[in-house]
């Protein structure tokens, strides 16, 4: 891979003379999208076949709402990441906006403060990162390791390990149908498609490529690349006050934990979506799709009975043999 | 300019060092204690022991996130390996620790071989490792070890903790190693510039190979000692202690960019730390409190660092 710079271009056979044609560029453009999608039909065919209460409504509901907050903090972290940068606090953000969400709705605040008061202290909090990293220049891994000690010790002391009950019906929009479907779904695709849109066709979408992909020539076309990565930072925090938002409403009660690893899923979910680990490439439509590929492959192992104690182990495999394909497929077209 | 700048970390650390060695003795007449201060060095050495590890993966650019998961899975099969398939103790330790070191090559191989960045590598190693660990122990803990066992982490050797020991003899040969070895200079070169390294005919794979190889072994170590000074095997054992091993790394100076860094520093790094630890839970604070505290030292001490740096170079 260090030698291809000195290669010659391999030669390309001059035979097709027309324009390259819809597949084709889709599979140039949306490659790795396109390889978590059929993974995802693969093991959505494999597992129907040995277990057909997989495609039943309640499992599909299980799988696509209960994890659409992963997908939603994903497409956060994708941006991060794709500004060359990482963020392995958000776990911890996730849990100590959750507690702030239910104790505003227990205390009696308006629905509407409780949802989206976190998100203001989420970008705050991001913000405060984003600043370390751009202007003072600390690595993200070290602010954001810092940031994670603080939340999750922050958050254990306050609350002592207790969990917040008699949460008000109205607050647990996770639970609620717009238009018949879940409103996780509704949320996760829309969030989805605008974000992708915005990162493809904004300059400031393109700029956060710039930033990530190259920095001096980010610079030398005029791009404030500090402000970049603030904003980044900030639009991550975000991202992952809407994902508390999903998170916190989807059951009566709110642990003062979240899922053990949650930032390793959301960063996987970016990496396996096709988000290059060092900046420059990638959509957040990939990290969505690799989302879903996570939670199908969670539930598809309880489907086909593999003991809920290998079930981690089998998905860290998984997540190794998605990480290698994925290594071995660019080396081939580098 | 870099000697410079290490010894400028390093002394500024040792003064932070004893500075909060005072405040903390001042605070409660139990911490600077002979029989305290060796109960600290107990508590220590495990994530010492990989810290001293991660100071020459880092120091290379890389990381490694699986550590912890390494120290639970040998933990796992110390106990396994003995209680459930008879194997002798001490022979069962030493396969535990042969699986631990081989899952940190796996680790070199990934890293190496795939090059797949080392973040992600281990990261995903980090989920393999422990869900192999939960799997294996299927949530059942090994207790009632021999007797003879707890010598290693609740013992002592001319007075000082067992691995105490272990925990100074390893410090001072990887200091030496890092510092005046062929091995070391080149640990360095991969991190100041792996291209560079490697048109100067350094064995660039072969280092880093080597390297996270040695930084499983040390978890492996570090997971025997722990399950002797615990005197139970559970798969959960360790998860975290990558944070705890990185934040000593780095608050001793050592570059997350490669490069830079010495064993001296991450073994101030540590020693502080676990004064903090020590410290605020003899004035009351709970666990929870420190690891606030511990993330926020490491900010500080970062930021310090950087804005030293910035004055000195630009």
Known sequence: ?334 | MTLRSLIRHETFLAILLVLALVVLSWQSDRFFTVANLLNQGRLMTETGLIAIAMTFVIATGGIDLSVGSILGLTAILTGVFWKNLGVPLPAAAVAAIAVGTFAGYVNGLIITRFRVPALIATLATLALYRGLAEGISQARSVRGYPDWFYVLGQGEVLGVPTQLWILLIAAVVAAVILAYTRWGRTTYAIGSNEVAARFSGLSVEGTKLALYTMSGFAAAVAAVIFVSRVSTTRSDMGSGIELDAITAVVLGGTSIFGGRGTVLGTVLGLCLIQALKNGLSLAGVKGDGTIMLIGIVLILAVLASAIFERSGTR
């Open chain 1, 1 to 334: 891979m260090a030698m291809s710079g000195v290669d010659l271009p391999p030669v390309q056979p001059q035979t097709n003379l027309r324009r390259p044609g819809f597949l084709r560029r889709l599979m140039a453009d949306y490659g790795q999208e396109l390889i978590v999608l059929s993974a995802i039909i693969v093991l959505f065919v494999a597992v129907t076949a040995v277990n057909p209460r997989f495609i039943s409504a309640n499992n599909l509901t299980s799988i696509f709402s209960g994890n659409a907050y992963i997908a939603v903090a994903a497409i956060g972290m994708a941006m991060v990441i794709i500004t060359g940068n990482i963020d392995v606090s958000i776990g911890a953000l996730i849990g100590v906006l959750a507690t702030i969400s239910g104790t505003l709705a227990v205390a009696g605040y308006p629905i509407w403060v409780a949802w989206f008061f976190p998100v203001l202290v989420g970008m705050a909090i991001n913000g405060l990162i984003g600043i370390l990293v751009a202007y003072f220049r600390i690595p993200s891994i070290v602010v954001t390791l810092g940031a994670l000690s603080i939340l999750r010790g922050g958050l254990i002391s306050v609350t002592g390990g207790t969990w917040i009950s008699d949460l008000p019906p109205a607050f647990l929009i996770a639970q609620q149908k717009w238009l018949g479907l879940p409103v996780p779904l509704v949320a996760m695709i829309v969030l989805t498609v605008l974000a992708a849109l915005w990162m493809r066709y904004s300059a400031f979408g393109r700029s956060l490529y710039a930033v990530g992909g190259n920095p001096e020539a980010a610079v030398a076309t005029g791009i404030p690349i500090e402000r970049r990565i603030v904003a980044v930072f900030i639009l991550n925090g975000f991202f992952a006050g809407l994902a508390t938002i999903l998170f916190a409403t989807q059951l009566q009660v709110i642990q003062s934990t979240v899922p053990p690893n949650l930032e390793l899923t959301i960063i996987m979910a970016a990496v396996i979506g096709g988000v290059s680990i060092l900046g420059g490439s990638g959509t957040v439509i990939g990290s969505t799709l690799a989302a879903i590929l996570f939670a199908t492959i969670g539930s598809a192992l309880i489907f086909v009975n593999v003991s809920a104690y290998w079930l981690r182990a089998v998905i860290g495999l998984l997540i190794l043999a998605t990480v290698l394909a994925d290594m071995l497929r660019r080396r081939r077209t580098v």
